[in-house]
């Protein structure tokens, strides 16, 4: 009896043990479960999604490869928004209509033959207007621009609007926010914008302060949970100023000590734009929409697109690209011009990871003859970008293109310009990012002299460059080649 007593106390505590052991082994398989269907899953709608077989097939090795961390990135950086709208189709109408300059008269100038079919283009997918008659003021350095950008915002007397991709409360953004705070207290109405990524590293002080002096202040497609998941891809890359709606500011620096005082790089070599006349209406616009998506304040009207006077010949037309809506406008307009380049294009862009669309147009031009020159920095300050930019190059010295690396600092313009005829200015750098990720936008100037004007600054930046001797760099070493072919795998991601 004592002997049975025991074995059913010990058969008991066996049955206890196991049931301890197999449920936390239960509840692991199931979540283990669950992890491969979620992954499974996730495969299946890129697949269903129909994304560039370039792109879908990087997430898909880091899906499988990379368990439960390529989930968190999938989430944050994956998810295709193509289909999403930020801005209904009547608040955009609205907004653009009160820009829309209509159809040039036929006494003041016209679109080049060559690039009609890219301004229908633009126009009927954007509702781009084409805009006749403004002054473009060019800058090469920071110094020459802020002093300009100080001079202007001074001047102000019904509104300013500042949007900047990163805009830091350094040396040089205190003395910004000085200004607009001082604007906004005698009367003029300030309205900024800024991305939540771009501009991570500024202090609440920084914006409480403006806010605090009467400006309104928001950040572009606010990083918070539970919206980090798919917000910290899709970012606004733009950089936009329009004062009174008479005078604006477009191209690449941002608010940043390094526009002006460098950094371990050296110095920062970027172009920039001040706009008087018509121009200014397709940057207007584009801050309007940018306004209303962060604070969902409609604003319109007469006031902000004042008439303008005719100060040259030159037609403009600015588009606003990215990651929403079902065509990628900008990367198509990028194919279209190089594809009818005839005689040259000149290009510069810190980040140079092009789609398969536009690489094969580059090498299809520079293999017709073409002149194609592609500037890029010696020294990237994206070390990723930049190894994945070396296995692109490749194709190009191949194909005849020339390649200059810059060498006095870091090239971080962008300006795209071709045949005497048409350029290209604005936020977007040559790279997937920009053509699918990012919220740009882009000027298009059908003009021989300011074409002229801006391939004399490419030429004058060569000095600064060394060009690539084709023969040496296809040599590269074996162990180089092979670290920059892993990374153009994933030149979609970075």
Same mark, same amino acid.
């Given at each position: 009896?004592?002997?049975?007593?025991?074995?059913?106390?010990?058969?008991?505590?066996?049955?206890?043990?196991?049931?301890?052991?197999?449920?936390?082994?239960?509840?692991?398989?199931?979540?283990?479960?669950?992890?491969?269907?979620?992954?499974?899953?996730?495969?299946?709608?890129?697949?269903?999604?129909?994304?560039?077989?370039?792109?879908?097939?990087?997430?898909?090795?880091?899906?499988?490869?990379?368990?439960?961390?390529? @989930?968190?990135?999938?989430? @944050?950086? +994956?998810?295709?928004?193509?289909?999403?709208?930020?801005?209904?189709? *009547?608040? !955009?109408?609205?907004?653009?209509?009160?820009?829309?300059? +209509?159809?040039?008269?036929?006494?003041?100038?016209?679109?080049?033959?060559?690039?009609?079919?890219?301004?229908?283009?633009? &126009?009927?997918?954007?509702?781009?207007?084409?805009?006749?008659?403004?002054?473009?003021?060019? !800058?090469?350095?920071?110094?020459?621009?802020?002093?300009?950008?100080?001079?202007?915002?001074?001047?102000?007397? *019904?509104?300013?609007?500042? %949007?900047?991709?990163?805009?830091?409360?350094?040396?040089?953004?205190?003395?910004?926010?000085?200004?607009?705070?001082?604007?906004?207290?005698?009367?003029?109405?300030?309205?900024?914008?800024?991305?939540?990524?771009?501009?991570?590293?500024?202090?609440? =002080?920084?914006?409480?302060?403006?806010?605090?002096?009467? /400006?309104?202040?928001?950040?572009?497609?606010?990083?918070?949970?539970? #919206?980090?998941?798919?917000?910290?891809?899709?970012?606004?890359?733009?950089?936009?100023?329009? /004062?009174?709606?008479?005078?604006?500011?477009?191209?690449?620096?941002?608010?940043?000590?390094?526009?002006?005082?460098?950094?371990?790089?050296?110095?920062?070599?970027?172009?920039?734009?001040?706009?008087?006349? %018509? $121009?200014?209406?397709?940057?207007?616009?584009?801050?309007?929409?940018?306004?209303?998506?962060?604070?969902? #304040?409609?604003? $319109?009207?007469?006031?902000?697109?004042?008439?303008?006077?005719?100060?040259?010949? #030159?037609?403009?037309?600015?588009?606003?690209?990215?990651?929403?809506? %079902?065509?990628?406008?900008?990367?198509?307009?990028?194919?279209?011009?190089?594809?009818?380049?005839?005689?040259?294009? !000149?290009?510069?862009?810190?980040?140079?990871?092009?789609?398969?669309?536009?690489?094969? &147009?580059? %090498?299809?031009?520079?293999? +017709?003859?073409?002149?194609?020159?592609?500037?890029?920095?010696?020294?990237?300050?994206?070390?990723?970008?930049?190894?994945?930019?070396? =296995?692109?190059?490749?194709?190009?010295?191949?194909?005849?293109?020339?390649?200059?690396?810059?060498?006095?600092?870091?090239?971080?313009?962008?300006?795209?310009?071709?045949?005497?005829?048409?350029?290209?200015?604005?936020?977007? #750098?040559?790279?997937?990012?920009?053509?699918? *990720?990012?919220?740009?936008?882009?000027?298009?100037?059908?003009?021989?002299?300011?074409?002229?004007?801006?391939?004399?600054?490419?030429?004058?930046?060569?000095?600064?460059?060394?060009?690539?001797?084709?023969?040496?760099?296809?040599?590269?070493?074996?162990?180089?080649?092979?670290?920059?072919?892993?990374?153009?795998?994933?030149?979609?991601?970075?």
């Amino acid at each position: 009896m004592y002997i049975s007593t025991k074995l059913l106390y010990l058969h008991s505590h066996q049955i206890k043990m196991l049931a301890f052991i197999s449920i936390p082994t239960l509840v692991g398989s199931l979540i283990l479960l669950a992890y491969f269907i979620t992954i499974g899953g996730l495969i299946l709608v890129i697949i269903l999604e129909n994304r560039n077989p370039l792109k879908a097939i990087p997430w898909i090795i880091v899906l499988m490869l990379l368990p439960g961390i390529s @989930l968190v990135f999938y989430f @944050l950086f +994956g998810q295709d928004n193509r289909k999403q709208r930020v801005v209904s189709r *009547h608040t !955009y109408k609205r907004i653009m209509k009160s820009s829309l300059g +209509g159809e040039l008269s036929h006494d003041a100038g016209r679109v080049p033959d060559a690039y009609r079919p890219l301004s229908r283009l633009l &126009a009927h997918n954007r509702l781009s207007g084409l805009s006749y008659g403004s002054r473009i003021s060019v !800058y090469t350095n920071g110094a020459d621009k802020f002093a300009a950008l100080f001079e202007e915002l001074m001047k102000a007397t *019904h509104h300013i609007h500042f %949007q900047y991709y990163i805009f830091l409360d350094d040396e040089i953004g205190r003395q910004v926010k000085d200004i607009l705070v001082s604007k906004s207290r005698s009367g003029v109405k300030v309205r900024v914008l800024y991305d939540a990524v771009g501009s991570w590293n500024a202090k609440r =002080s920084f914006h409480r302060e403006m806010r605090q002096a009467g /400006i309104e202040v928001y950040s572009f497609l606010r990083v918070a949970f539970p #919206n980090l998941t798919n917000k910290m891809n899709y970012r606004n890359h733009r950089k936009v100023v329009v /004062i009174d709606g008479t005078v604006g500011f477009i191209g690449g620096m941002n608010v940043a000590d390094r526009y002006i005082k460098g950094n371990s790089l050296g110095n920062w070599r970027d172009t920039h734009f001040k706009i008087k006349g %018509q $121009g200014v209406r397709g940057l207007q616009s584009a801050f309007l929409l940018d306004w209303y998506v962060a604070s969902k #304040n409609l604003l $319109g009207g007469s006031i902000y697109y004042p008439r303008a006077k005719a100060y040259s010949d #030159n037609v403009m037309q600015t588009l606003t690209s990215g990651p929403i809506g %079902q065509w990628r406008l900008l990367l198509q307009a990028m194919i279209f011009l190089v594809t009818n380049a005839k005689s040259y294009i !000149y290009i510069q862009t810190p980040y140079f990871l092009p789609t398969e669309g536009l690489n094969q &147009a580059l %090498q299809m031009a520079a293999l +017709g003859g073409v002149d194609v020159r592609l500037m890029l920095p010696r020294r990237s300050d994206t070390r990723s970008a930049s190894i994945a930019s070396h =296995s692109y190059i490749d194709d190009m010295v191949k194909a005849g293109a020339k390649i200059y690396l810059y060498d006095n600092g870091f090239l971080h313009s962008k300006l795209v310009v071709s045949d005497d005829m048409l350029t290209c200015i604005g936020s977007a #750098n040559i790279d997937f990012r920009s053509f699918e *990720h990012n919220f740009e936008i882009t000027s298009f100037v059908y003009h021989k002299d300011f074409a002229v004007q801006m391939k004399k600054i490419f030429i004058r930046d060569q000095s600064d460059c060394e060009k690539l001797n084709a023969a040496v760099w296809l040599k590269r070493p074996l162990k180089t080649r092979m670290a920059e072919s892993f990374m153009r795998l994933f030149s979609p991601l970075l």
